[in-house]
């Protein structure tokens, strides 16, 4: 498609379930980043891949986040156990090979109770 | 650890006038800088890339970068009031390729 497709739009969830938020990047972009944003504009970087491979992940907390690429499907963020600061909009963007210039989706509204 | 620094504001400007955002950032091998808006409630919106120094014109935005001084600012003029919203500067980790570093965005007002 020619935008970054994000589902859902909002997801509630009790602290301690899991949560899934789905992306699907431009046609023909090879890279996907996945953001967390807090309160007061804080953009934390996660993940990033290039194709189904993992490029970066110095940002993810690796006890309870994983992400995955996989060919032909929406790229996607899972969240075991969550905890209330978990409550953040998650941005995916993707960015075409040897450009830095990322496009961003939506957003996820992840709300833990 | 490396650093995108933004006046936070609210910077109020009146319509017609010239808004000036400034970022600085902190790592000398950053290569590419950007500036987002983000409205309440949306996703960023990529309006501005600049990857040398000097300045950059499209439309009423205008995008200049020194590296020396390791700043980047964003002008628009003929300031209308859709304009208002969050500017975010973010720049690329110089020692990774795909990562960007956000400042936590300057929020402009522009007063009719």
């Known amino acids: 498609g020619e935008e970054v497709a994000q589902t859902p739009k909002h997801l509630v969830r009790g602290e301690g379930q899991k949560a899934k938020l789905y992306c699907a990047p431009i046609?023909?972009?090879?890279?996907v980043f996945w953001y967390q944003q807090v309160l007061k504009n804080e953009f934390k970087f996660l993940i990033s891949?290039?194709?189904?491979?993992?490029?970066?992940e110095t940002g993810m907390p690796k006890e309870r986040f994983s992400a995955k690429c996989l060919p032909n499907s929406p790229c996607s963020l899972e969240i075991q156990a969550t905890k209330l600061e978990d409550s953040a909009v998650y941005f995916c963007?993707?960015?075409?090979?040897?450009?830095?210039?990322?496009?961003f989706g939506p957003g996820t509204r992840l709300t833990v109770l | 650890q490396k650093e995108v620094e933004q006046n936070s504001g609210p910077l109020s400007v009146p319509e017609g006038a010239i808004a000036s955002l400034n970022c600085t950032y902190s790592?000398?091998?950053?290569?590419?800088f950007f500036w987002y808006r983000q409205y309440s409630g949306k996703s960023p919106e990529l309006i501005m890339s600049?990857?040398?120094?000097g300045d950059k014109e499209d439309g009423r935005f205008t995008a200049q970068l020194n590296k020396a001084s390791q700043y980047v600012s964003l002008l628009i003029r003929d300031s209308q009031p859709s304009d208002s919203a969050t500017y975010l500067c973010?720049?690329?980790?110089?020692?990774?390729?795909?990562?960007?570093?956000f400042g936590s965005g300057t929020r402009l007002s522009i007063r009719p």
């Open positions: 046609k023909g972009h090879s890279y």
């Open positions: 600049i990857y040398s120094n």
């Open positions: 973010a720049v690329n980790d110089g020692s990774s390729a795909s990562k960007i570093i």
């Open positions: 963007a993707s960015s075409l090979p040897g450009l830095n210039e990322q496009f």
């Open positions: 891949f290039q194709n189904e491979n993992v490029f970066d």
């Open positions: 790592d000398r091998g950053s290569q590419s």
